[in-house]
């Protein structure tokens, strides 16, 4: 069984260190073995028994479906098995949350994904991000490098939720929401 995480974020050391790029941040957690290949940094790994593709689209944020509809189809994976990972900033800084299809909720990069695949119906991981901004700078905060409180807490939010991604593949989706969702 095959299955493809995507973590969402922006190619290049501008944004290296923001927070719209904590979906990247998740799946280096999982591997430093990547290659840049078509739309994205991609690599394989595999757990428990299953086979994993890891991909960073290169197309931007906004544009994200194009890689994640590319790598869905050139590796023969059903939308069931697709987790896509990125910032959220309705949720508080810390806060994982699961889900198996949903709205795009304001995010671009879903947006692009559900016109891209042709639905929402695939699972997400939002990675709380907090909302310390005020009305209408959204854009400026999310690509905004972490706070010195946020940036010593990261290590553990990434690995929770890289642990929660592995989880998906191998335990399901409900049992990985039973387990990580707070």
């Not at 509809?69 to 939308?79: F, G, N, S, T, V």
Request: aromatic share 8%; with cysteine; glycine share 10%.
């Amino acid at each position: 069984m095959k299955f493809l995480i995507a973590g969402l974020g922006n190619p290049g050391p501008k944004y290296e260190d923001t927070r719209h790029n904590v979906g990247f941040r998740v799946l280096e957690d999982l591997t430093d073995d990547w290659k840049s290949e078509n739309l994205g940094d991609v690599a394989r790994i595999r757990h428990r028994g299953k086979q994993i593709v890891l991909l960073k689209p290169s197309t931007f944020m906004n544009l994200s479906g194009k890689a994640v509809r590319y790598w869905l189809q050139a590796e023969k994976i059903p939308k069931e098995n697709l987790l896509v990972v990125m910032d959220d900033l309705h949720l508080e800084f810390g806060r994982l949350r699961l889900r198996g299809k949903g709205s795009d909720a304001g995010h671009n990069g879903l947006k692009d994904i559900d016109q891209m695949t042709g639905g929402n119906n695939y699972a997400r991981l939002r990675v709380g991000i907090g909302k310390d901004f005020h009305p209408g700078q959204q854009a400026d905060y999310v690509l905004s490098e972490w706070n010195p409180e946020e940036r010593d807490a990261l290590p553990k939010l990434v690995e929770d939720a890289a642990a929660a991604c592995l989880s998906f593949c191998a335990h399901g989706l409900a049992n990985t929401m039973s387990a990580y969702n707070r």
